[in-house]
């Protein structure tokens, strides 16, 4: 449970890893400590499922577009970048999940907790960053498209790095106050924020609003005004035929994006608002955080499974892509029979818009 005390020493005796790079839940002075036993179990499970498919199909969107022979496009350049983001965020679950198994016990010690913390932190802004970008770029596309094709991949590169030093910041505060502390209560080591005790609960509410608004209100409204006028100007469109199954092809792109987005990230988001009320006493009632306590878990899960969405988003809806990795399957077997690649026959794909 959440203390509600500000000089109470931090203590995650209920929930100590509720969203992996934020605060442990409290002892509280008037709620019964509960342990959420399941999450021992069903928690790394799902970690070692989406780890396993989330590394596959990140490694597969890197390969198709590292080893492309056709010109690259703006949008490559932020999709690389997203799955790269995703990979870093994926290589840390089996340490999460080894937290989970042994009873939120780190067995890893206080550079590993500080540093996988803060990779985790800042690949999750990274990837919700570079979605933002994408859905930017798409915008561009279809509503700007002689602008767009003005849009130099040294301008597409500047600005991934521009995301890549805006998600280093956010992660600043897990990087500083993450560390390993010795639970009495539990007779564990745990990976838990170390936030000056007189301020905990200002610091806990705090990160969890800036993860809110800078790690989802602000790219969700930046997401959803791009597809809308995405969609305004396709309407606006007369065509029939190819040009009319274009457009139904791109609007379904922007309503899956959307909806993926949504159903990955609002769940996590929501608990994590509702955890910032508990930190404020806007939200006392103790059934209340315990129940919020055991589902931020399972919300952090799904927004890692948008980690494994988005490859398949790529392959299912981008035919370009799909001729890619077909391309690249092709060549890797020809290379494993032994065979001589013939450029002819397995030509690279020509460019169309995804």
């Not at 608004?213 to 997401?223: D, E, K, M, W």
Request: aromatic fraction near 14%; charged fraction near 10%; hydrophobic fraction near 45%.
């Amino acid at each position: 449970m959440h203390s509600r005390d500000n000089d109470s020493t931090p203590s995650p005796t209920e929930q100590p890893l509720q969203d992996l790079y934020s605060s442990p839940a409290n002892v509280s002075s008037h709620c019964p400590i509960f342990v959420s036993s399941y999450q021992f179990v069903l928690i790394p499970v799902l970690y070692c499922i989406i780890f396993i498919l989330g590394l596959v199909g990140n490694s597969m969107v890197v390969a198709v577009l590292c080893w492309q022979r056709s010109p690259r496009k703006v949008s490559s350049i932020y999709i690389v970048n997203l799955a790269v983001a995703d990979l870093l965020a994926l290589t840390t679950l089996p340490f999460w999940a080894a937290y989970y198994t042994y009873g939120y016990n780190w067995l890893f010690g206080p550079v590993m907790c500080k540093i996988t913390s803060s990779v985790l932190c800042l690949t999750m802004f990274a990837s919700i960053f570079f979605i933002t970008c994408l859905s930017l770029n798409r915008y561009q596309a279809v509503a700007h498209p002689f602008q767009s094709q003005q849009g130099t991949l040294q301008q597409a590169s500047k600005t991934a790095l521009l995301v890549w030093g805006l998600a280093a910041l956010t992660s600043l505060p897990t990087f500083y106050f993450r560390n390993t502390k010795y639970i009495v209560e539990l007779g564990v080591t745990a990976c838990i924020m170390a936030y000056p005790s007189e301020k905990y609960s200002s610091w806990s509410a705090g990160t969890a609003l800036m993860k809110n608004i800078l790690g989802f209100l602000v790219p969700l409204i930046i997401i959803i005004t791009c597809y809308l006028w995405i969609r305004v100007h396709l309407m606006r469109a007369q065509g029939f035929g190819k040009n009319q199954q274009m457009r139904d092809r791109v609007l379904k792109l922007v309503a899956i994006v959307v909806v993926a987005f949504l159903v990955c990230w609002l769940p996590f988001h929501i608990l994590t608002f509702l955890d910032a009320l508990s930190w404020m006493d806007v939200i006392s009632n103790c059934w209340v955080t315990s129940a919020i306590d055991a589902a931020l878990p399972f919300g952090l899960s799904m927004g890692f499974a948008n980690s494994c969405i988005n490859p398949l988003l790529y392959y299912v809806i981008s035919s370009q892509f799909q001729e890619k990795l077909q391309h690249l399957f092709k060549l890797r077997l020809y290379q494993f029979k032994g065979k001589t690649f013939a450029p002819a026959k397995l030509a690279p794909p020509k460019s169309r818009s995804p």
